[in-house]
């Protein structure tokens, strides 16, 4: 009967673990340094082969966020980006591998956008409409996804998108409008 | 020796020279219409430069919360003071360069012969795009050899020294010089008016004592109080330079288009942009920054057109009361008919009288603002219902094949079509506006706007722009709709339209869509329809709409509910795309450009396009272009409304309105002939009233058996014997020297054509495209116009004070010519003398007394200094000219009294 329980706990326990592993393993955000230069920062909660790769080792990194030519601006591309989110950019619902993902971010130049980018000249800086729509892009309703385009030379290219993501689940980000059937 | 010793004495002692002194010093160029025309073909000297923070302020805000800066107000200042500062010091620098012969021109019209053949290459290769990266690495290479020793610029192109500003006067002052606007003012008078009189030079006088609280020094960021924009002014000292004259267009085009390139990618902008230059490098600066010229001359020479007629509206942005008159502005319209209409129309229009109303605010930043505000938001507008148009039918094609839509459609409207449910007034309703819509944009026999909107099947200047919002070029956009269309039509062809929508059947003329009522019925009734779609989808699942809309219920989710209202919201878009395009130049960033609109001088596209000709020997060149843009401007009436009693006599010369009153004009009883008559009329303006000879095509003799159905009014010149001409006399009224006069023939004729069937039509009558002739008949009244014989005047602010405060603080009439030439009216020779002579050597007097110059001595207080100085003068006496003095250069005092220097 001891045996039972413990190996119980034991199992509750490792589930546990497990669970944990699955979720906040890292985190990503955008950020600015200090003198103004645009940023990605990875946090990890744990030492996983994310932070591996991607942090060498290292609990928290910064990796490069390009900028865009021309983005802070009402022209007809960004008019058409920031209404898009959730629309025309959706993610796929198959999430794709982290391995892909840290791939992704090593070796190509990327631009990601938060709800809370710099960008956006068509909400109120206290209007969380942008917010809203980005969480349409996420299976799981994460309230802060990211989306990740590939970009050369800082000229934004829509149908460069790439990724979104949503907490630590990652998806594939296409221009793809989203219809009623 | 003596000469070097007061040399040094005069650099190391003259009193503080005030930054607005160089202001003083230069003359105000007032024009007269003729005058401000022909100067539109020049360069200017002088600019007007606006900057707009809104864009980077807001991404400063978000950025400033996003690194959660404690104060994000102040933080957000110190970025748009950096953005100024970047700004203003890279004029500065890229004109440097270019006066210093550091960095060759670049021709601003490559359609003349250029040696530059790599440059040309490039620019018609980047023509409608602004993502060029081969013209941004010759940029590049030009910049970087700027700053060499001695640069070899021959690798990159074949220039050669006369691709060099190299201004004729080595000496002349390299400096830009930059103020920050305050107010406009009578210094700026010349914007206000033409001929100067005694009160506004004595307004100018009053004005140069508190010179110093209009302008300010452009680095002094702390008077600059408003953080949306800033209004400065720059200019040249270029002293009437021939060479200036003639390559002066290409000095302003090489400066934007450095600018355009530097502010982006130099590293000396990303150093002074520091910290914000990875925010700044990311700016579409020239969303943000107007150039414009501060007078009547040019920043782009002025060419007819398209793209310089759309340029040059934007004034209309500038007008205080823009908002209340927006409604009536073409942009504004349903179909907008471009801005030459506008340029006909009002062809000798105001100049050099406030046109852009700065009077009406209280600071120049309040009327870069109220500018800024108007224009963006208008921009803003455009901007978006390109995308929604664009976006709509992209959907609708990708999702709606046209097959299905016809048949879609007559299903729906079995029920009213085989007359099963003749009482179902909604579903009929429906029809009528689906036909009615769809007819008035589409049909070969009646729609005026079918031709114009050809235009989009043609075009690939937005072929980059459609594909960068992941949409079909405009081209396969509008074969779809064209493809809508046919379906529509045969439908609307299909049925008898007299019986379904029988005597008793009233339609509610609200129910049509907002383009529809704007274009027919003037906006004088409101449209419902985006209500009656709300409706409809309480009970409907949209045909096509974003997953989005199961949750939010927005029926901006929705594009388009039923098949009825796809088709609908398919003709809405294709009207809504042709508006903004019309004027992309002005709205949509295809090619970014800084805007360099001829915004104070309407001269420049009027004389471009020789509507109007300061110089003109005689008035037949208006009449050739009437009649060459409008190929024989004809006015065209929508058939089978309008009719001619049989009996009327062909080559009788008689104007519509008596052809009416004689009873010999019948109209459709299916109309009311009191409302046709007047529509008419009102379409064909002041030519009811113009004798026109009636023709009758296609036959010499009446058919009394057939109606003859009144086309409308063609217009065209003619040969001075030509049968039913109506001549009109033109005189040369230059006055000069001009031995002949040529005379101008018109010839008008009101067209009937034999039919043998009535045409009914369901289809209420229409406005029909009468703008050109309404051009000619402008023109006709235009002849009577006074002739304005070019003339200008110069006046210097400093001299006007001077002689202001000589005179006893007022100008006296008598001096209005002298002070209009550029000279000073001092109250006698002596004080004239002091006054010039004081003025040669660059010194400002700010008050003189000569009581006691007979004694030898005269009392000058220069600016800057607190008291006067006394001064040797030599007093003579003449009997022919009476008294006077004079003073050598060795007396003149440069020092204050009781000062150090």
Redesign the interface.
Known sequence: MKKLIGLFFKSCFLFVMLQGAAFANYEIN???ST????QIKVECSSYTNVCKQLCNNQKVCVLKNS???????????M??LF?SF???LNSNDDEVSIYEFVDFLINDTFIAFSP??????FDS?QSDALAERFK?MCPNKFKTPIAFFKIE???L???NARYVTCGDSVYRLE?K????E | MKVLLSLILLLGVLPSVYANEARLNTDLHFTNRAQCALDSKKPTENILVLLSNMDVGRSLYRLAKLKGERDTAEFTKLGLNKYRYTVLTLLDVIHQKIITNKLPLLNADLTQATNLSKYKELSQRCANTSKCPDLDDYLASIWAKSNEKNPKFGDVDNFTQNNFLNLEDKNVNKKLNCSYMKQFTPLEAHLYGTKPDAGLLEQIAKATTEIDSYYSECHDYSVQESLKVSTYEMSLNVNNSKRFDAVGFDYWNTLKIYFSWAFRNAPEAAQMAFPFDEVFSSVLIEDSLFMVPNGCKSLVNPKCDPATLNQNSIRMFAKHDFKQEAASLDFFRAVPEGSANKMLEDQFTNVNADILNFSQFETADAWTDSFRQNFSETRLTMRKKFVNSVNNLNLMSNNLKTNSIAASLNNYFKPVISMKEPGNIQLKSELYYLCAESTFLSSEELSYIRPKLEILGKMNTTDLMTSSINSKNLNEIFDYYKEIASSVNALCGSFDQSAVFDPSFEIDRTGFNRWYVDAVYEGKIMSMASLLRKEKLQTKKPLIAYSLYNNSKDIRDVICVDTVDCARTAIQSIVDIYGVVQYSELFLDIKNEISSASMLNPYAERTACKVYDPWFKTKASLFGFATDVAQGALAAVTPGVVYGNFDLQPGRVVSFNQLVKDGKITVDSKYEKQKVLSTVALDLGAISNVPCSISVTKSKEMDPSKMLGFRGVTIRTCKANEKNAVNVEVTNEMGEKVDKFKSGCLQCSLDFEHVTSVLSNAIPYGRTAFFMARAVIRLYKGLKDPVNVPRSWSVNPYLVKASFDSNGGKIPNDCVKKLSSGKSCMKNSCEENIVNAYREKGLYIDSLDTEQAWRGSAKVKLRGCKEASNVKVFYSKSENDGDSCSISAKNIVTKCANQEG
Do not use: F, H, M, P
């Not at chain 1, 900028?67 to 022209?75: A, E, L, M, N, R």
């Not at chain 1, 809370?116 to 000249?121: K, T």
């Not at chain 1, 409008?177 to 009623?180: F, Q, Y």
């Open positions: 955008e950020a600015w003198d103004n230069r645009s900028t865009c030519k021309d983005c802070i601006s009402t022209g007809v591309k008019t058409y209404s959730g629309k025309d809370n980018n710099i960008y956006n000249q800086a349409v030379n800082r000229v290219d829509i149908q221009l409008s989203s219809l009623l």
